[in-house]
């Protein structure tokens, strides 16, 4: 399998002095997804903002396989908040994640074709922000960061401020996208039931400074995923980890 995504004893820091995190070293293979967990405030956000080349590299390195095609990108984010324009259309916000790149406008309305359709809302391509749900706002932000046919998503707890049921249907939408279209998907969440739910491995972001403490690997079909015992089972032991993860660190107290 090709990596896409490759740090060596990485390093951030604000200030030139203090790690966020150090010493970090992980791998994304093609098509993978993987679950980030960590205490608050060890640097998953940060992390995801330096494979974005958002930030610098304090120490290390950041490795990203960047596809040879002017009309893509390596890389796109989705965030806790969809973020919409208020003043532009469901459409004009999707081609907004296109400006700055090589797209005629024939391939600018396909892209906003296929990723309304990817995300289920392919007759909402008129309407306004303000008609939407949060659900319906976070699915045309998904779609935003697939416009630019990305190989890589990165997502920062894009459904914490969803209730229940939608984010449950989301999560399983997202399953299917990522089935549909290879992405490999780095997905920050601090809900470990989530974490498990959707990752082939589940990684965890702690100690002090910050590091990948450990890696579990989910091997449980999707379809048993939800409330089998062993996906309980496996859940406890993530949680587990975690609790033992903040328990070590002092200033997560
Ligand atoms: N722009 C910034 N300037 C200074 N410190 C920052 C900045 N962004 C994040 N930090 C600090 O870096 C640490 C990690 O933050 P973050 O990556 O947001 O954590 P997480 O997402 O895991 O909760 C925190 O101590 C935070 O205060
Ligand atoms: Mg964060």
Request: no cysteine; glycine share 8%; hydrophobic share 45%.
């Amino acid at each position: 399998m090709a990596t896409v995504i490759q740090t060596e004893n990485l390093a951030v820091s604000f200030d030139g002095v203090t790690p966020v995190f150090e010493g970090l070293t992980l791998a994304i293979e093609k098509g993978e997804f993987v679950s980030l967990v960590g205490v608050s405030g060890a640097g998953k956000s940060t992390l995801l903002r330096v494979i974005a080349d958002l930030i610098p590299a304090f120490k290390g390195s950041v490795r990203v396989d960047t596809p040879n095609d002017p009309t893509r990108r390596a890389i796109a984010m989705v965030f806790q908040a969809a973020n919409l324009m208020p003043w532009r259309s469901v459409e004009d916000n999707i081609t907004l994640g296109l400006e700055g790149i090589d797209v005629s406008d024939r391939l600018k309305k396909e892209r906003v074709r296929w990723t309304l359709d990817l995300v289920g809302l392919g007759a909402y391509a008129d309407r306004w922000p303000y008609q939407l749900s949060g659900g319906q706002q976070q699915r045309i932000g998904i779609a935003r960061a697939l416009a630019v046919d990305p190989d890589i998503l990165l997502m920062d707890e894009p459904f914490g401020s969803l209730d229940a049921i939608t984010r449950n249907a989301l999560q399983d939408e997202l399953l299917q996208i990522w089935k549909e279209t290879g992405k490999s998907i780095l997905f920050v969440t601090h809900d470990i039931e989530e974490a498990v739910y959707l990752g082939d491995r589940v990684l965890l972001l702690g100690g002090e400074p910050a590091h990948i403490i450990n890696e579990y690997s989910i091997g449980i079909e999707r379809a048993e995923r939800r409330e089998s015992e062993a996906f309980l089972r496996k859940v406890e032991k993530v949680r587990g980890g975690l609790q033992h993860a903040i328990n070590a660190t002092p200033s997560a107290h």
